[in-house]
């Protein structure tokens, strides 16, 4: 976030910062890294917080905002910070004391980057007669690292008028060891106090995300090469590196090398260097690494080291997903079988048929599906077990003596990225995870007590919804005790490995509890969510996989809707109409036609266009009067119009207006014709009339609208049929 951005935010809400905040957030950072970092800092960091603290208010002001900026070069003619007042002599201190300094040689890269097109051709054409002038600014650069040598270059260069931030990497790695990830600038701190994030305010115990100095040091290490790597620097360079990279004793720093060496190994791969691939990923002991390190060694033509490899991940797995991964491929490529554990999957997996307009959201399809079948079913996900671990371990994770967090900013408990929870609390773990199968009574009516004590407040955990109980209680009534036990003790041990991958339905039915992971013709099943239903299965619960096949449903109804509006945008403007056709079997079975007050003023040009004018709409209900009736008329239907943003956008609103929430499945008549019936010079609705012969005797008009729009759709799914 830049400085204009936080301030356009401020202005927008309302709440104006302190002039001085950003050097607010900046001390208070120091102070909580001197606290609790201390046993972490080399004497460079000691030393920049202790002579940043000796520097001047306006001094340490103007550095804190060159490193809220982006990059380190900086034009002294540019800064423009007039509460500090007059910048020269705050810029000669800081040049004295060693926190700016005119650019050099190893400042090359940075120079040219921040330099103007303009500025790097006055540059450029003293050295090169007729070069071309309609370089872009990438290639301009491509260029100039390519046929400009770096001493020359910032030899002739004025560099008098610009300078360079120094102590950069001390300044990051403090903020790194704040926010225990690599970031430019205190955006989140500006965030905080306009609102925008929310922090564990009432913490006040703070545990080191690092225990020593030594994996601190690997973590910075690693996470620092991510970053460059993200920020598209040069990925050969930093592949160059890897045979000095340090060792990663520490889980922190592990996973990020593990990262690291996965993507250099992707990017390694697109160079065709499939060689250095592969000693990139024997760098990693990711799932992910293993993988792609088995598939180049087979590609290779090494097969024996391949099949040794396999052979070790089986016998001596480092994750569930890497045992899953190399089982598959060991069967196929050493056992010949012929299909993978995936394809198994999904070609084992029940179909069920959808009407294929429900194709925009398969999840709430197929709930809808299994609820038309008297079953429950309920989008679960990773938000339920994540829910339930929280709730039922709360006061261990947030309001225990010990429970402490890394920083203001960090909702996970320390005992959980850390992986202590489980061995520091292990005797109450079981006593609540037995609790669940001997009374689960009483661990509803804990669960519903926490969240009526804590609801809202913020958690590294899961999102608080005003629903959320409801799969939950559902579970604990039909699910097994000991299987919901069996996954939750998981997350305790293995927290961070255990959060995500979970199948996206759990369905009720006669047999009690099932799970469920959707799928689509065009949807790839996840080895970490084929690890997912192996490991609920091994806990005692059916989980499967269901493909849903999009077909043109004859149960199907549809209900065309058409609004008239005081206005364009939902946000601002209001409804003065609804019409609404409902179809069912090739016909239109019903309809709804409501005038509504806008409670608000009509345009005159509105009124031309639609012929509804304040006088027919004064003595007309409010949206909240028909609201139920509106809704009841659509139960169980798709929500169908032309150009349907529109008209959904603004009947959504109106709900949101009344504190209720709106959502249906869509169709748009539009965007269906246009994939149909292409070739079409219009696809407006006065357009699409007149070219298939449908009546539109009162155009913008809302009853008359969804019927010519109802004609279309019949129009579209005569179309379908024949497909």
Same mark, same amino acid.
């Given at each position: ?55 001047? =208010?306006?001094?340490?002001? #103007? /550095?804190?905002?060159? +490193? ?5 070069? !900086?034009?002294? %003619?540019? $800064? ?91 300044? =990051?790695?403090?903020?790194? #060891? /704040?926010?225990?990830? +690599? ?5 989140? !701190?500006?965030? %905080?106090? $306009? ?529």
């Amino acid at each position: 976030m830049t400085f204009d951005q936080t301030h356009w935010i401020a202005r927008r809400r309302k709440r104006p910062l302190p002039t001085f905040y950003y050097h607010d957030h900046f001390v208070e950072m120091l102070d909580f890294v001197a606290t609790h970092y201390a046993h972490v800092l080399l004497d460079e960091h000691a030393a920049f917080i202790r002579e940043f603290r000796e520097l001047s =208010r306006e001094e340490q002001c #103007l /550095y804190v905002r060159l +490193v809220n900026r982006k990059g380190i070069v !900086f034009a002294t %003619r540019k $800064l423009r910070y007039p509460e500090l007042g007059e910048l020269e002599p705050l810029l000669r201190a800081l040049r004295e004391n060693g926190w700016i300094a005119t650019p050099g040689v190893e400042h090359f890269d940075d120079v040219v980057g921040f330099l103007t097109r303009t500025e790097i051709y006055s540059e450029l054409l003293p050295r090169f007669t007729g070069l071309s002038r309609s370089y872009k600014k990438t290639e301009l650069l491509e260029f100039v690292r390519e046929n400009v040598s770096a001493s020359d270059f910032m030899r002739d260069l004025r560099t008098d008028r610009l300078f360079v931030q120094e102590r950069v990497d001390a300044a =990051r790695y403090l903020l790194f #060891l /704040y926010f225990g990830r +690599v970031q430019d600038g205190l955006a989140k !701190f500006t965030m %905080r106090d $306009l609102g925008l994030v929310r922090t564990q305010q009432s913490q006040e115990s703070y545990e080191p995300r690092f225990s020593d100095r030594c994996e601190a040091m690997e973590s910075y290490y690693y996470a620092t090469r991510l970053h460059d790597l993200k920020s598209r620097k040069s990925h050969s360079a930093l592949a160059a590196e890897s045979n000095d990279w340090p060792s990663a004793n520490f889980a922190r720093s592990a996973a990020l090398r593990n990262e690291l060496a996965y993507r250099l190994g992707r990017e390694a791969e697109k160079d065709d260097a499939a060689d250095q691939a592969i000693r990139l990923y024997e760098h990693g002991d990711s799932a992910k690494c293993s993988e792609r390190l088995i598939r180049l060694l087979l590609s290779a033509g090494r097969k024996d080291e391949a099949q040794a490899y396999l052979q070790r991940c089986i016998d001596d797995p480092r994750s569930d997903e890497e045992w899953l991964t190399a089982r598959d491929i060991f069967e196929r490529k050493f056992e010949k079988k012929r299909t993978s554990m995936v394809t198994d999957v999904l070609r084992a997996a029940a179909t069920i048929d959808i009407d294929e307009s429900q194709s925009g959201s398969p999840e709430n399809a197929a709930i809808g599906y299994f609820e038309a079948r008297g079953q429950k079913a309920f989008r679960t996900e990773n938000l339920l077990w994540r829910t339930f671990f929280g709730l039922l371990f709360w006061d261990e994770l947030y309001a225990n003596p010990e429970a402490a967090t890394h920083s203001p900013f960090e909702l996970l408990p320390s005992a959980l990225s850390n992986g202590s929870f489980y061995e520091t609390h292990s005797e109450r773990i079981e006593s609540r995870l037995s609790g669940i199968a001997a009374d689960p009574k009483t661990v509803r009516h804990a669960l519903l007590q926490t969240s009526a004590q804590h609801y809202g407040t913020p958690n590294g955990l899961f999102r608080w919804r005003r629903s959320m109980n409801d799969a939950l209680f559902t579970l604990i009534e039909h699910g097994d005790g000991e299987s919901i036990a069996a996954i939750l003790r998981r997350f305790c041990r293995e927290y961070e490995d255990s959060r995500y991958g979970y199948p996206d339905l759990m369905i009720i039915d006669d047999q009690g509890v099932r799970f469920v992971e959707i799928k689509t013709d065009v949807d790839q099943l996840r080895r970490n969510q084929l690890t997912r239903i192996r490991q609920l299965r091994e806990a005692g619960f059916r989980a499967d996989v269901v493909r849903v096949r999009w077909v043109l449903d004859p149960e199907q109804v549809y209900v065309v809707v058409d609004v008239e509006t005081t206005g364009g945008r939902a946000d601002g403007h209001r409804v003065t109409e609804i019409g609404a056709v409902k179809v069912k079997h090739g016909q239109m079975v019903d309809r709804f036609q409501t005038l509504l007050n806008p409670q608000r003023r009509i345009p005159g040009n509105i009124t031309r266009l639609t012929g509804i004018t304040p006088a027919m709409v004064a003595d007309a209900p409010y949206f909240a009067d028909i609201a139920d009736d509106f809704e009841t008329f659509l139960d169980g239907a798709i929500f169908v119009a032309h150009n349907v943003e529109f008209d959904y956008g603004f009947i959504a609103r109106e709900f949101e207006r009344i504190g209720r929430s709106f959502r249906y499945p869509r169709l748009c008549t539009c965007s269906s014709m246009r994939k149909l019936y292409p070739g079409q010079a219009s696809y407006s609705l006065a357009a699409l009339c007149s070219n298939f012969g449908v009546s539109l005797t009162q155009h913008h008009r809302a009853l008359c609208d969804a019927e010519a729009a109802a004609e279309l759709l019949l129009l579209i799914n005569e179309k379908r049929q024949e497909a």
